[in-house]
């Protein structure tokens, strides 16, 4: 209850999606911080990457958790990946890090 997503299409054909999950403390993924704030996850196809729509679909969710009162986001993604480079130029913080995967968090009332 209360996930929401957003998808790319060029034409009618999809190229990536973004969505968010709630989880509670006894099921979750690796970002999982709190029952309230819900766990980003995000991919673009192989043949799309580098082109921008990874950002696109980010600013999106975060408009679309801003519309529907969700205050932050959580994620969890290894050190290495270069998509740290684009959560930490839309605002999210490292708040952890579990064995070399930072958990980040974004406050969405101010990115
Ligand atoms: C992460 C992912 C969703 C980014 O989508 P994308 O469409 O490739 O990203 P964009 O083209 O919008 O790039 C946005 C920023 O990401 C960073 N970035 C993305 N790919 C990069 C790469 N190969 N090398 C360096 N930086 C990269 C850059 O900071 C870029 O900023 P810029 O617009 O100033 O160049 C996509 O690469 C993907 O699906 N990866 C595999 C799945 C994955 O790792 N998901 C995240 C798990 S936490």
């Known amino acids: 209850s209360g996930d929401f997503g ?29 029952a309230d704030v819900p766990e980003l996850t995000i991919g673009v196809v192989a043949g799309r990457r580098g082109e921008g729509i990874g950002r696109v679909l980010l600013t999106g969710l975060i408009d679309e958790a801003r519309q529907r009162g969700v205050a932050s986001i959580s994620l969890s993604v290894e050190a290495d990946n270069p998509a740290v480079a684009l959560y930490l130029d839309v605002g999210f913080v490292e708040v952890s890090r579990v064995a070399d995967s930072p958990t980040m968090v974004l406050d969405c009332r101010t990115a």
């Not at 998808?7 to 099921?27: E, I, L, M, T």
Request: glycine share 14%; with cysteine.
């Open 6 to 34: 957003v998808v790319a299409h060029d034409d009618d054909v999809p190229v990536g999606a973004a969505w968010c999950r709630f989880f509670d403390a006894g099921s979750h993924g690796y970002g999982f911080v709190s």
